[in-house]
């Protein structure tokens, strides 16, 4: 393991040790993985009432135009196969940036906030994310990291009457809205499937915005187990596990985040790194589909279980755990399309014995945006 | 009672010895979602992984102590997985095991070395 010391520290750290947090090495940090009440339990709050998640390891980066939004939003354009120009100010979506052999070498959330455009990034990505922007998009806008912001992610059923008592307005946001309330800048997303809002503030303010939060008793600090049991959950890919350089987003089932201005026949089609895959994927399918998998019995399939016909391995699992809303294990992997369709028996190896999995449609559990 | 540097715990009756993990390995894995059990009469050699536990965080083995043979394994941890969460010393155990060399025993940890181990 690595030494907890030399790792670069979040801004709430004292505020996690205090609240006992069992803190782990992750992307460079040290972060809470969870809390007392433990990952189980942090999960299943979060689904029934709010969970605060610091998120602060991620990338925050500002797009300055320097000359309209307009030129940015087609330079952006070119790096992924998503509509940035149609976004709307004060609206956020989801986006992947490609290389060229249509591979996935990142995926983010922008906005556009009226002047500029504002993105968030995997932490793990952060650094190469800010050269690849920086070195295409540097021509139409000021490429800004952003380093001394913390964000913090509330999620849940009641993250909404929670962050309304202290940011007044916030309640009236919808899903994928972006707004700044004075120091704070203000998403209604996340990564969990709940309804919530990701909060992005000065650094020194986030201490004690935090213990704002954690003062209602419906909040709860969360680790970063529980994210990634929530996010399973929620059917969601987790950047270098369900997806990365080596998949397509049609091969990931991310066709919902390319719109049609930028498929074939569209009115911005293609131009952007790995078009020719891409769009012959979606026009004539994908070899391989990322599919929701359910284990029989009690047994996880994890992440690198491979899945076997034959004796030949067709596929892998790319993350699987235990499902605390569930009570049962899931999973996600990659198989070849003719396997992909919900109810096809499959069978993994898990420890050198045969383990049946069923294919099953994401999510699983029923996302709750307030759209 | 003696440990394991692998965090498990031994209790010697004759020469057939119950295992468990520790308190500390217990709260370390945080909630146990699943138990693999060996087979009766396996034959195990020490290091062996000879049992799963799946916490909602990760998988883990247990290693076999000593040598020797399972002879009997928990299997109400089969139904009940948080056993080994809620008493990890008492009706969390996983497996007996029939050992060749009692003698062995000697080498392992004392519960006041285990302690130093985890402190």
Redesign the interface.
Known sequence: MADLNTLRLLPLDALHQECGAKMCPFAGYRMPINFPAGVMKEHLHTRSHAGLFDVSHMGQVLLQPKGDMATVALAFEALMPVDVLALQPGRQRYGLLTNAAGGILDDLMFANRGDHYYVVVNAACKETDIAHLTAHLSDVADVIPVTDRALLALQGPEAEAVLEAIVPGTAAMRFMDVAIFGDLWISRSGYTGEDGYEISLPEDLADAFARKLLADPRVLPIGLGARDSLRLEAGMCLYGHDIDTTTSPVEAGLTWAIQKSRRTGGARAGGFPGAARILHELEHGPARLRVGLLPEGRAPLREGVPLVEDGAVIGQITSGGFSPSGERPIAMGYVPTPHAAEGTPLTAELRGRAAPATVTALPFQPNRYKR | MKYTEEHEWLRADGEIITVGITAFAAEQL??V??V?LPEVETVVATGDEVA?I??????SEILAPLNGEIVEVNAALIDN?ALVSEDPLGAGWFFKIKIDDLAALDGLMSEDEYNDHIA
Request: glycine letters at 8%.
């Open positions: 945080g909630d979602v699943f693999e799963v799946e916490s909602v965080k990760a998988a997985p």
